[in-house]
């Protein structure tokens, strides 16, 4: 165990090494996760943009948020996918006959997911950049929304775990981020929330996405963040621990 414990992190790096060098074979799983929010980013920004009022004069920049936040629900899929077909062809008894760190091989899809996710998030800050995105942020409220959306993608990340241990088929191992990938559509992300009808607003309103977007908008556009960046922190964070919490105890049965 001791040696185990020296080794922890070296064990962990092989195993992000091992799953993002599968990424990097199969770079299409990058290239769908981000093709479909660039698409709803084009079709909201130029087609039906001009009929959306915003109170923001470049609709991108309010869009924008959002769009990042469908990327991650998006692309933790391929995590549960990943891990799903990792216990059936049973490398996890392969590397726990090893003297490796038991939780290594886990943390190294967990990582990857943080990884690949932050390419996506960054290639369809690019497309944005082109479309006529601009910031006034400076380099302390990047680092704030990078900061959140790292919490975001762990939080999902780790429900993708438990989806990918628990699934029976491949089709059930991502089949749970569908309801996460449409999330936003119920929120601030794409029109202001005080437009929906009163049941829909409550939800809207009451619902994770719509505090992390918040918070991401007002930093990016410089403006005083509010209550928004704890009340977002606050749901990634509590989501997180509640999902690590039974994704380790779902694990540990499995093994």
Request: proline letters at 3%; glycine letters at 8%; charged letters at 10%.
């Amino acid at each position: 165990m001791e040696t185990i414990n020296k080794h922890y992190f070296s064990d962990m790096g092989v195993m992000l090494g091992r799953s993002m060098r599968h990424i990097l074979r199969s770079m299409d799983t990058i290239i769908t996760v981000t093709i479909t929010p660039i698409a709803m980013m084009l079709l909201f920004v130029y087609v039906l943009g001009g009929a959306i009022q915003t109170g923001m004069d470049n609709y991108v920049n309010y869009l924008l948020p959002g769009i990042l936040l469908m990327a991650i629900s998006s692309g933790i899929a391929y995590t549960s996918y990943r891990l799903f077909m990792d216990m059936q062809r049973g490398i996890f008894e392969r590397f726990h006959s090893m003297p490796i760190a038991r939780s290594a091989a886990l943390w190294g899809h967990v990582l990857t997911s943080l990884v690949s996710n932050a390419i996506s998030v960054v290639v369809i800050i690019l497309v944005a950049l082109l479309m006529g995105f601009r910031s006034s942020a400076g380099i302390l409220s990047w680092l704030a929304v990078a900061g959140i959306l790292a919490l975001f993608t762990l939080a999902l990340t780790w429900i993708a775990v438990i989806a990918g241990l628990s699934a029976t088929s491949v089709d059930g191992a991502g089949a749970f981020a569908y309801p996460l990938i449409f999330l936003p559509f119920i929120s601030s992300a794409f029109v202001p929330t005080e437009t929906m009808p009163s049941v829909v607003r409550a939800f809207a309103e009451n619902q994770p996405v719509t505090s992390i977007v918040n918070a991401i908008r007002a930093l990016l556009a410089g403006q005083l963040v509010g209550s928004d960046v704890w009340v977002a922190l606050a749901w990634c964070v509590g989501i997180m621990l509640v999902a690590y919490f039974f994704a380790m105890r779902v694990y540990k049965k499995r093994m």
